[in-house]
């Protein structure tokens, strides 16, 4: 069945589930893919430089690097950053687990940070005391939960005035704007506040690769090494070479299997298939946003009734939010249900929804490493977080429908 009729089926059962979120495949993701199998690469073809091009161009960024998924992409900006035993990073505590581990694999020692209770978002004042609680820290790994950012030019301005570098994790947020305090607009990832940015490309969020990521940057060493930490740390550049002996044939040419391990690293490349599939996505960003954007303006409006124990999360004021996922705030205490049983009640009408997130710092083996913390701000910004169903796909009855439902349920 087609994708325009398998939505046309979809819209035509009302009650059929809505998870939290999920892609928007088209007839034309499908061509790109199908197109990218009869090439003659499946992987380090042209999809991959492509993909590339065109992601730099659409976040305003010189480079581009493609890999397997958000994580690695986390991870390979911690190795051009050269984040590994000795160094300190700091990282807000209302993000997934891949925003810490990546870093502290590396070698790193994390320091978590608190965040504003009503967005999740670190703020300036939660940066400061994070590096008040270190005795130095080498970078910080900013998130912009559910899409929105923070205040990202006064992070960066502190994070500066501490020497660290700064990495935006940003696998929630392609498509998002932000006004600088001059009144200038920059995407979210075109590294006007920060060193590098990464991005995730899982089928949840804004655009889908089956799995894939990528990290954006201006800084061309920054580029080299991100692009060495995804293919094995290797080299197949003839100025690079250091064993001449062995790299280069009695007439000065290099050798035509030669190549050289500058450090030893994994391998995070994504393939020509997700890259094709990523390129035509690309090309729906606008249309995906701008359709997110609409149904969290619906939810809004649905939920505005069920104020003020429902609320939506608070929006911040320089952020043009290009939402990944659509956070209610609910007091659940007050409501008197607790937010499993809201959940399981959702699901029982065909309502997915989801919690994003537990605080790291909390999970056990954060806690037991680096001891116990009290970050009031995640507590309660976990305590009253609820993602609804939101995805390109979804209609604004479908939005009237969670709502509705979520009503019902609290009693209303
Ligand atoms: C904030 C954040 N960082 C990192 C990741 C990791 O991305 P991936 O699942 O593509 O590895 C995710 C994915 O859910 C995420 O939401």
């Not at 703020?123 to 923070?150: I, K, M, S, T, Y």
């Not at 929006?315 to 008197?336: C, K, M, N, Q, V």
């Not at 499993?340 to 909390?362: C, N, W």
Request: glycine share 8%; aromatic share 8%.
């Amino acid at each position: 069945m087609s994708a325009p009729a398998l939505r046309a089926q979809k819209r035509a059962l009302p009650n059929a589930f809505l998870p939290y979120g999920r892609q928007l495949i088209e007839e034309d993701d499908i061509a790109a893919v199908t197109e990218a199998l009869r090439g003659d690469f499946l992987t380090t073809g042209p999809m991959v430089e492509r993909f590339e091009t065109a992601l730099a161009k659409t976040v305003g960024a010189k480079h581009a690097i493609v890999c397997s998924n958000g994580t690695a992409a986390l991870h390979m900006a911690a190795r051009a950053l050269g984040l590994g035993a000795g160094t300190k990073v700091i990282v807000p505590v209302i993000t997934f687990l891949a925003t810490a581990s990546a870093p502290h694999l590396n070698g790193a020692e994390i320091i978590f940070a608190d965040v504003d209770p009503e967005t999740g978002l670190m703020r300036p004042e939660d940066l400061e005391a994070a590096f008040a609680r270190a005795d130095h820290v080498d970078a910080v790994f900013n998130v912009h939960v559910n899409g929105q950012c923070g205040d990202i030019e006064a992070i960066a301005k502190i994070a500066r005035a501490y020497g660290a570098k700064i990495v935006d994790d940003a696998c929630h947020a392609i498509g998002t704007g932000f006004v600088a305090e001059d009144g200038s607009l920059s995407q979210i990832g075109s590294n006007a506040f920060c060193d590098l940015t990464v991005f995730s490309f899982h089928p949840v969020k804004t655009i889908a690769m089956g799995e894939g990521g990528a990290v954006t940057t201006n800084d061309p060493e920054l580029a080299v090494r991100l692009a060495r930490a995804r293919n094995h740390g290797m080299t197949r550049k003839p100025d690079e070479f250091v064993n001449t002996q062995d790299a280069f044939d009695a007439d000065g040419t290099p050798n035509p299997w030669y190549y050289e391990c500058i450090e030893p690293e994994f391998n995070w490349r994504a393939n020509d298939i997700q890259c094709a599939l990523g390129l035509s996505q690309l090309g729906k960003l606008g249309r995906f946003v701008a359709r997110r954007r609409a149904l969290a303006v619906g939810y809004d409006a649905a939920l505005t009734p069920f104020a003020p124990l429902v609320r939506p999360t608070a929006r911040t004021s320089a952020s043009l939010p290009a939402w990944h996922l659509y956070a209610a705030r609910i007091d659940f205490e007050r409501a008197g249900i607790s937010r499993a049983t809201v959940m399981r009640e959702l699901a029982k009408d065909g309502i997915g929804s989801q919690v994003h997130y537990f605080p790291i710092h909390r999970q056990p083996y954060y806690a037991k490493r680096f001891g116990a913390l009290s970050l009031p701000g995640a507590d309660r910004y976990y305590g009253r977080c609820l993602s609804l169903p939101l995805f390109a796909s979804m209609s604004l009855s479908d939005v009237e429908r969670v709502a509705a439902t979520l009503g019902n349920i609290l009693g209303f």
